[in-house]
C-alpha cells in the first residue's frame, strides 16, 4: 500500500512551486539534502519520477503536473481541518496567513497588525506581499488564509468583503502647486510615471487615463518597482504620477511634491479582503476584516480639494 507521509507532500509541493531545491528547502525550513531525501523517497515509493533534474533547475514530468495538483488539494483539505477546529471557538487564534498588494501593505500593515494583535493576542499573523494574481492563486491552493487586494476579483471560489474606498491623487513637482489639474486627455500627453506591469494599481491608472490595449501610450511612460521610487522620480522632475490615498503622508513627507484632486468624477478603487467560501474560518475572518476596516478608517488622511497642492 502506498502510503505518502504529509511531509513528503508539503516537501514536494514547495520543491514544485519554488522550481529549485534550495529555495524549496529555505520554504520549509529544513536542509536541502533532508527534503531532497524526502522527495527521493516519494518517487521510490510511487514507483515513478515526479521531476526532471538538471544542474540548474527542476521540472515537473507529465506525471508530477498531475500529481502536484492533487497534492495541493489534499494538503488544503489537511489545513482545513485544523481551521474546523479553530472555527469552533468564538475568537479565532493560531496561525492567520494574510496577503496584501505592495501599494496597500506599507501604509495598512503596521496599524493592522497593532489592532488585530491588541484585540486578540493569540493570534500568530504570517504576512505575505505580492500581487494580485499570485495572492488569488495561493489563496485557492489554501497556502493563505485571507487576502487584502483591490476589488473586483471575479473569483467564483471566493468570497469579495469591501474594506473602504479611495481616490487617486495626482502628484507633481512642487513648483506646479495652485496650477489647473490635468485632464483625463491632458495626462495622456504628459511624462506619466507608473508601477511595472503586474500591479493592478497600473492598470486602474491606465483605465482612468483611457488607455486601454490598442490606445496610444503616455509619452515616455516611464515603469517603477514601488510607489516611493515613482514619488521620488516625481521630486526630480522627471514626471508626474498617481498614487492612492493611503499612500499619501508617507510617500509625499520627504519629497519635492504637490498633491491635487481630480475633479469628479475622481478616479478611485475599492480595497477588500478576500477569502475561500469553503474556508471554516469565515466567520472569523468576518471579523478580522471589520477590525482591518477600522484600522483603514483612522490612517484616511487629510488631502486637499481639487486644484490645490
Same mark, same amino acid.
Given at each position: *500500500?502506498?502510503?505518502?507521509?504529509?511531509?513528503?507532500?508539503? %516537501?514536494?509541493?514547495?520543491?514544485?512551486?519554488?522550481?529549485?531545491?534550495?529555495?524549496?528547502?529555505?520554504?520549509?525550513?529544513?536542509?536541502?539534502?533532508?527534503?531532497?531525501?524526502?522527495?527521493?523517497?516519494?518517487?521510490? *515509493?510511487?514507483?515513478?519520477?515526479?521531476?526532471?533534474?538538471?544542474?540548474?533547475?527542476?521540472?515537473?514530468?507529465?506525471?508530477?503536473?498531475?500529481?502536484?495538483?492533487?497534492?495541493?488539494?489534499?494538503?488544503?483539505?489537511?489545513?482545513?481541518?485544523?481551521?474546523?477546529?479553530?472555527?469552533?471557538?468564538?475568537?479565532?487564534?493560531? !496561525?492567520?496567513?494574510?496577503?496584501?498588494?505592495? #501599494?496597500?501593505?506599507? %501604509?495598512?500593515?503596521?496599524?493592522? @497588525?497593532?489592532?488585530?494583535?491588541?484585540?486578540?493576542?493569540?493570534?500568530?499573523?504570517?504576512?505575505?506581499?505580492?500581487?494580485?494574481?499570485?495572492?488569488?492563486?495561493?489563496?485557492?491552493?489554501?497556502?493563505?488564509?485571507?487576502?487584502?487586494?483591490?476589488?473586483?476579483?471575479?473569483?467564483?471560489?471566493?468570497?469579495?468583503?469591501?474594506?473602504?474606498?479611495?481616490?487617486?491623487?495626482? @502628484?507633481?513637482?512642487?513648483?506646479?502647486?495652485?496650477?489647473?489639474?490635468?485632464?483625463?486627455?491632458?495626462?495622456?500627453?504628459?511624462?506619466?510615471?507608473?508601477?511595472?506591469?503586474?500591479?493592478?494599481?497600473?492598470?486602474?491608472?491606465?483605465?482612468?487615463?483611457?488607455?486601454?490595449?490598442?490606445?496610444? !501610450?503616455?509619452?515616455?511612460?516611464?515603469?517603477?518597482?514601488?510607489?516611493? #521610487?515613482?514619488?521620488?522620480?516625481?521630486?526630480?522632475?522627471?514626471?508626474?504620477?498617481?498614487?492612492?490615498?493611503?499612500?499619501?503622508?508617507?510617500?509625499?513627507?520627504?519629497?519635492?511634491?504637490?498633491?491635487?484632486?481630480?475633479?469628479?468624477?475622481?478616479?478611485?478603487? #475599492?480595497?477588500?479582503?478576500?477569502? !475561500?467560501?469553503?474556508?471554516?474560518?469565515?466567520?472569523?475572518?468576518?471579523?478580522?476584516?471589520?477590525?482591518?476596516?477600522?484600522?483603514?478608517?483612522?490612517?484616511?488622511?487629510?488631502?486637499?480639494?481639487?486644484?490645490?497642492?
Amino acid at each position: *500500500m502506498i502510503s505518502p507521509t504529509l511531509r513528503q507532500l508539503r %516537501y514536494f509541493e514547495a520543491l514544485a512551486r519554488h522550481g529549485h531545491f534550495g529555495r524549496a528547502a529555505e520554504s520549509c525550513s529544513v536542509s536541502q539534502p533532508a527534503l531532497s531525501v524526502q522527495v527521493k523517497e516519494l518517487e521510490d *515509493m510511487l514507483g515513478v519520477e515526479l521531476l526532471e533534474r538538471s544542474s540548474r533547475q527542476v521540472r515537473l514530468t507529465g506525471f508530477g503536473e498531475e500529481f502536484v495538483v492533487r497534492v495541493r488539494e489534499i494538503l488544503r483539505q489537511v489545513d482545513e481541518l485544523g481551521d474546523l477546529a479553530r472555527a469552533s471557538r468564538r475568537q479565532l487564534v493560531g !496561525r492567520l496567513r494574510i496577503g496584501i498588494i505592495p #501599494t496597500i501593505a506599507p %501604509y495598512l500593515l503596521p496599524a493592522m @497588525v497593532a489592532g488585530l494583535t491588541r484585540d486578540n493576542d493569540a493570534l500568530d499573523i504570517h504576512l505575505r506581499e505580492t500581487v494580485t494574481p499570485k495572492l488569488i492563486e495561493e489563496l485557492l491552493d489554501g497556502r493563505l488564509d485571507t487576502a487584502i487586494v483591490a476589488l473586483p476579483v471575479s473569483e467564483p471560489q471566493l468570497t469579495e468583503v469591501a474594506l473602504f474606498e479611495e481616490s487617486f491623487l495626482l @502628484v507633481r513637482p512642487a513648483e506646479d502647486a495652485g496650477k489647473p489639474v490635468p485632464s483625463r486627455e491632458t495626462l495622456r500627453e504628459m511624462r506619466l510615471l507608473l508601477l511595472e506591469e503586474g500591479h493592478c494599481f497600473r492598470e486602474q491608472a491606465l483605465s482612468f487615463c483611457n488607455i486601454g490595449m490598442g490606445a496610444a !501610450r503616455p509619452r515616455e511612460l516611464l515603469d517603477g518597482s514601488s510607489l516611493t #521610487t515613482l514619488v521620488q522620480m516625481v521630486g526630480a522632475g522627471i514626471g508626474i504620477t498617481l498614487i492612492p490615498e493611503i499612500a499619501v503622508s508617507v510617500e509625499t513627507r520627504s519629497a519635492p511634491v504637490s498633491i491635487a484632486r481630480f475633479e469628479d468624477p475622481q478616479p478611485t478603487r #475599492t480595497i477588500g479582503m478576500i477569502w !475561500r467560501k469553503t474556508s471554516p474560518i469565515a466567520p472569523q475572518l468576518s471579523g478580522i476584516a471589520e477590525v482591518v476596516r477600522r484600522c483603514a478608517e483612522a490612517l484616511r488622511p487629510s488631502t486637499p480639494a481639487p486644484g490645490n497642492g
